[in-house]
C-alpha cells in the first residue's frame, strides 16, 4: 500500500501495526502496549542499516573465496 498523499510505499506490517494502535489510542491510551510499540519501532529503524551491514560482510567474505 502507499502512505497518505505522499504515495511512499508501507509494509503491511506497518499498516497492520500502526491501525492497532490508532484503535487502542482512541480507546484510551494505556490500552497501548507501549513496550512492545518501542520494541516495534527500534526494530523498523535498524532494519535496513544492519541488512546493510549483514550484505557487505557476506559480499567481502565472499569476495575472499571467489
Do not use: D, E, M
Not at 506497518?14 to 507501549?34: D, F, H, K, L
Amino acid at each position: 500500500g502507499s502512505a497518505g498523499h505522499c504515495k511512499r510505499p508501507v509494509s503491511t506490517t506497518r499498516a497492520i501495526t500502526g491501525s492497532i494502535i490508532g484503535v487502542g489510542v482512541t480507546r484510551r491510551v494505556s490500552a497501548v502496549r507501549w513496550g512492545v510499540t518501542k520494541s516495534l519501532f527500534w526494530a523498523w529503524v535498524l532494519t535496513i542499516p544492519v541488512s546493510a551491514l549483514v550484505a557487505a560482510l557476506v559480499y567481502y567474505l565472499l569476495k575472499l573465496f571467489i
